[in-house]
């Protein structure tokens, strides 16, 4: 996917711009793509003609060169920027993410890493859609970023890794309050999204491939934690590789829990 597409008008003597730009903006590839437009028509007619196309500028000449560059420059880091961004959460992404994690080992600082995701979540959309899937998401990344970015914790960081799974780069002196704090929190709220019907029996039934019900349990909450230690970790796949551990320690128990290397901790709701 090109970063952006920019189109000078005047160069264009067999083909008509709204067509470029309706082509561009219909093409899977490209229509995320930010496009500009040059031109000598300096119409109002003209350039709502292009705007309407979903084209993000027009531009009428004259412009400087050094005005145009400027121009180019911000969207361009502007385009870079919300690229390392979740679209649904608006958290930061992989890349922002291994960028933090790589920037505090070089810097060989000591914090906790905590690797959240959740369990049952499959059978959530099962039942209730991808819709509303994605408001459990949202939701997800609330209370995380609630109890992590705190007055007295503003160097922490959350992150949204992709789907339900999310990390958190926390201080080591009070990462089990944060943990304990996001499952009583999630545990409470979680709630909302299920029917009455649902939150009574305590679990959801859904009918697998063949047609059989079976019975999975609400949506609760995984948190693997890495505590990081000047010299302990060489790279951020090490630190990975011990947070899929943990985290999966976490997750095979029943309910909401965070375990912490080999310590397993499970937390009851409310």
């Known amino acids: 996917m090109p970063t952006l597409i920019l189109i000078n008008e005047d160069a264009i003597y067999e083909s008509d711009v709204n067509d470029i730009c309706k082509m561009i ?13 040059l031109t000598s028509d300096t119409s109002s007619e003209h350039e709502l003609d292009i705007l309407s196309q979903e084209i993000e500028y027009c531009i009428k000449k004259p412009i400087s ?6 121009i180019i420059n911000n969207l361009v880091t502007l ?6 961004i979740s679209p649904l959460t608006k958290l930061p992404g992989n890349i922002p993410i291994q960028a933090e994690l790589k920037k505090r080992l070089l810097k060989k600082q000591e914090f906790a890493v905590l ?8 059978a959530y959309n099962d039942t209730y859609g991808f819709l509303g899937g994605d408001e459990i998401i949202k939701q997800t990344a609330r209370i995380i970023s609630s109890n992590v970015n705190t007055d007295e914790n503003s160097h922490n960081f959350v992150g949204h890794i992709g789907g339900d799974d999310f990390v958190a780069l926390v201080s080591k002196d009070n990462y089990e309050a944060i943990c304990q704090n996001i499952i009583l929190e999630f545990d409470q709220k979680i709630l909302d999204y299920f029917s009455d019907e649902d939150k009574e029996r305590g679990y959801l039934e859904v009918p697998n491939r063949k047609g059989i019900i079976e019975e999975f349990p609400l949506v609760s909450i995984s948190v693997g934690i890495v505590e990081v230690s ?4 060489h790279n951020i796949l090490e630190i ?3 947070g899929a551990q943990v985290k ?12 912490i290397n080999r310590r397993l901790v499970i937390k009851s709701k409310y």
């Open 65 to 70: 060169n050094k005005a145009l560059y400027y």
């Open 79 to 84: 385009v870079l920027t919300n690229r390392g």
């Open 240 to 242: 990975g590789e011990i």
């Open 248 to 259: 999966h320690l976490a997750k095979s128990t029943p309910g909401s829990a965070y375990a």
């Open 25 to 37: 903006k219909d093409s899977e590839d490209n229509n995320a793509t930010p496009v500009i437009v």
């Open 230 to 233: 000047k010299g302990r970790f």
């Open 115 to 122: 690797y959240l995701d959740l369990d049952n979540f499959k």
